[in-house]
């Protein structure tokens, strides 16, 4: 499908660039600022991918869906910063950052145990995915802290300033800028968002995010509550950083009646990783209990400048 893009933006971003991709619910294209020839993300979000349960009211923009109401007030140095919104009647676009550098040079490294073939390895000149990382790089242990400690960083700011989770954590919603000499993460589509200001217990419907990172409790169709499940998906994810992109279940029905097998890690890691992948969310770890888990704190926290 052909969009006509709206002459609002194009007065003020021209110069429309590279294609960024596409998600279930939009394509993202690259365009430069005509202010200050920066170049810019723009999102495409059709209105008909936007559920009847996901508008809000915005002072500045009016009824928006609230994936936008939540990028344009989450500032966190670990989440993709907004910039602009434009209207039409068939789709949103949404203007963000383009974030990080090219990474064929900063992926390859003498150090990596098992290095791909650099014909594997496609020049990017922008972050990468969390996933496509895991494709080109295995992660040694404190590599994979460095990036968590992060996405979790951002999770409690949303948590305690805003009152919402992310509803929708995997490696595919996480940016790598790997320019420096650590890796650099940003969360990215907060389409999923669940608001947690009354600690309410949620229904499957209320659940957006993805199949392989959802708890039993979701699986089994069971009330849920959001920030558990969001230390559910932080566990699925922790567990692929360390086992080279394998997840720890192979199917739904292993997610909510199986257990997983033990990976090779230091104990404080196996025992987050545990206590993260508790199948009775009454006994799973919340995000504060990982930021005061001993296996995080060997590092610091490192963030976008």
């Not at 968590?148 to 954590?169: A, N, P, W």
């Not at 968002?193 to 039993?216: K, N, S």
């Amino acid at each position: 499908m052909r969009w006509h893009l709206p002459l609002a933006f194009l007065e003020q971003y021209g110069t429309v660039k590279d294609n960024l991709g596409s998600g279930g619910s939009g394509h993202i294209f690259s365009a430069i600022r005509r202010k200050d020839r920066k170049e810019v993300a723009v999102k495409i979000l059709p209105r008909a991918c936007v559920p009847p349960n996901a508008w809000v009211r915005d002072a500045q923009y009016g009824r928006i869906p609230r994936e936008v109401a939540v990028l344009k007030n989450v500032k966190h140095p670990n989440a993709i910063d907004f910039f602009d919104l434009f209207e039409e009647d068939d789709f949103f676009l949404i203007v963000m950052e383009v974030f990080g550098g090219s990474w064929r040079a900063s992926t390859v490294r003498s150090s990596d145990p098992n290095p791909l073939p650099l014909a594997c390895r496609p020049a990017r000149t922008r972050a990468m995915d969390l996933f496509e990382l895991l494709e080109v790089r295995h992660l040694n242990e404190d590599e994979a802290r460095i990036i968590f400690l992060q996405v979790v960083h951002c999770i409690d700011h949303m948590i305690s300033t805003h009152h919402i989770v992310h509803g929708d954590i995997k490696d595919e919603n996480i940016l790598i800028d790997w320019t420096g000499d650590e890796p650099l993460a940003k969360l990215i589509d907060f389409g999923g968002t669940i608001d947690v200001a009354m600690r309410r217990m949620c229904g499957q419907a209320d659940f957006h995010g993805t199949l392989e990172f959802a708890p039993p409790e979701v699986i089994l169709g069971q009330a849920y509550d959001p920030e558990k499940a969001e230390t559910w998906s932080l566990g699925v994810l922790l567990y692929g950083m360390i086992n080279k992109g394998h997840g720890p279940f192979a199917s739904p029905e292993a997610t909510a009646f199986a257990g997983y097998r033990a990976i090779p890690c230091s104990a404080s890691c196996s025992d987050l990783i545990a206590s993260l992948l508790q199948k009775k969310q009454r006994y799973r770890a919340t995000i504060k209990d990982i930021l005061r888990h001993p296996w995080l704190s060997a590092t610091k926290p490192r963030c976008p400048v």
